[in-house]
């Protein structure tokens, strides 16, 4: 089974926000390391809690990636194609 800090260092090495909040992921992490470690439930909770609130903040800061779906991938190769000369535009 994965440790809290395991998924959480996984999940802002995904979101790529280290470099752009590097205290805030620290925070987070160590967080993540009051979560597993062994104590008092009230403890856990109360870190689990605030480890839920900045990784919030750093989802908002993480920068939006680009992806492109079979509608934008049909567009690039039709725009390829007509660069080639392989379509032409419709006349009206």
Do not use: H, Y
Request: no cysteine; charged share 35%.
């Amino acid at each position: 089974m994965a440790t809290v800090v395991d998924a959480i260092t996984a999940e802002i090495e995904q979101l790529r926000v280290r470099d752009l909040s590097p205290g805030l992921a620290q925070l987070a992490v160590s967080l993540a390391e009051s979560v597993d470690m062994p104590g008092s439930p009230t403890a856990k909770a109360n870190a689990a809690r605030e480890l839920r609130a900045v990784m919030e903040d750093l989802r908002k800061l993480a920068p939006v990636q680009a992806e492109m779906d079979w509608v934008d991938e049909l567009a690039v190769k039709k725009e390829q194609k007509r660069e080639d000369g392989l379509v032409r535009a419709r006349r009206a």
